[in-house]
């Protein structure tokens, strides 16, 4: 029977996504991302903010470099895609592991989920498409035929 594997999050960057080059050639783009989760403290009553961090591995070449390029530190993102957990050693040879959430090519996602800024160079007709909508108007209805 075949496992299944698959983390989704939504959350804020805590920092610029940071680009390296691998032994082998390639390159991942780590991102770490922040989710809270609210809960009120008993004693005084308060909502509070638990928040865990995430390491984010971007092994797509290409989503790597739009993730580079787009998002800074506080975007918001969604991120889905596999938990796996590296065995390296240290400087001074002791065995460490590292739990991640790896995006390789063609199998992960990274949605970014903040706003878009306007677009001031827009065409006239997409402007009026969108007065007509508003104005719950048929454009089609001005067509002769």
């Not at 308060?46 to 865990?52: A, G, L, V």
């Not at 506080?74 to 889905?80: P, Q, R």
């Amino acid at each position: 029977m075949m496992g299944l594997n698959k983390v989704q999050l939504i959350g804020h960057l805590g920092r610029n996504p940071e680009s390296r080059t691998l032994q082998s050639g390639g390159t991942v783009v780590t991102l770490s991302v922040a989710t809270s989760e609210p809960w009120i403290d008993r004693d005084s009553g308060e909502r509070r903010d638990k928040t865990e961090w995430h390491r984010v591995a971007i092994f797509s070449d290409g989503l790597g470099e739009i993730a580079t390029r787009y998002l800074r530190k506080g975007s918001k993102v969604y991120v889905e895609g596999r938990l796996q957990t590296r065995k390296w050693q240290d400087q001074s040879g002791a065995e460490r592991y590292s739990t991640e959430i790896v995006l390789p090519p063609y199998a992960g996602k990274l949605i970014f989920l903040d706003p878009r800024e306007r677009d001031d160079r827009e065409d006239d007709a997409s402007q009026g498409l969108r007065r007509a909508a508003a104005a719950n108007i048929d454009p089609a209805d001005d067509i002769p035929f």
